[in-house]
């Protein structure tokens, strides 16, 4: 009954080419994250969609796209992978309404080569 | 600017001991906290939350007490188990509104049990 599914967990790429990374939900939440997390390090959020509207973080890299096509799905766009973009990915929901918690996914494990 | 933080970075307790994790946050303004667990390879996992009109919460062994004044929160684990090792995370979630309904994570504890 996985609630915040992520694919795949464990994705390589080579140095520039373009990578997808995905999430999908059962839950229904209205909001979608996407956390970037390096080792030893916490997870440190992108960018979020509450809804339809997304919300990137001021330090979040061009680099780094995000496309929510529905409510269930929501993947992250690395156009031009770097050496430091070697990180867990992890994807997460809420309700939205503020006092609520996020749910993971297990994460992606992406190796840049 | 504005930043959730941890006191002590690793953690070593012995097995049956109680263990105490800190947190500091800087964001007056944040009204609900969570504590995680991440175990290796995992994502995190919820453990116990707190709203900011509340001081103290408990769960199954688990208590996270709050301190507004000091901008403080902690959690406590009763008898600590091998199970329990791993890494901890404070997060706030700073209020409901597309920009701001986000869960921001502070740097984490590792905590290791010594059986």
């Known amino acids: 009954d996985a609630m915040v599914i992520q694919n795949p967990r464990y994705q390589v790429t080579q140095f520039g080419k373009p990578v997808t990374l995905s999430c999908s939900q059962t839950?229904?939440?209205?909001?979608m994250y996407w956390y970037q997390q390096k080792s030893s390090q916490a997870p440190k959020l992108l960018f979020h969609?509450?809804?339809?509207?997304?919300?990137n973080e001021a330090d979040t890299p061009d680099n780094f796209q995000s496309r929510r096509p529905n409510t269930s799905f929501c993947f992250l766009d690395i156009r031009s992978p770097g050496l430091g973009d070697a990180a867990m990915y992890l994807c997460a929901t809420s309700v939205g309404q503020g006092d609520t918690e996020a749910f993971f996914g297990q994460g992606t494990r992406l190796t840049v080569v | 600017g504005e930043s959730v933080g941890l006191h002590l970075p690793t953690l070593s307790v012995q097995e049956g001991d109680n263990s105490i994790i800190n947190c500091a946050y800087s964001n007056s303004a944040s009204d609900y906290f969570i504590w995680y667990k991440q175990e290796s390879g995992k994502g995190p996992q919820f453990i116990i939350d707190i709203r900011s009109n509340m001081d103290k919460r408990q769960g199954q062994r688990v208590t996270v007490l709050l301190n507004k004044t000091v901008k403080h929160l902690s959690l406590q684990i009763a008898a600590t188990q091998p199970g329990d090792s791993a890494v901890y995370f404070c997060?706030?979630?700073?209020?409901?509104?597309?920009?701001?309904?986000?869960?921001?994570f502070g740097p984490g504890t590792s905590l290791s049990v010594i059986p």
């Open positions: 969609y509450y809804d339809k509207d997304f919300n």
């Open positions: 997060a706030e979630n700073r209020g409901p509104a597309a920009s701001y309904d986000k869960v921001i």
């Open positions: 839950l229904n939440h209205n909001v």
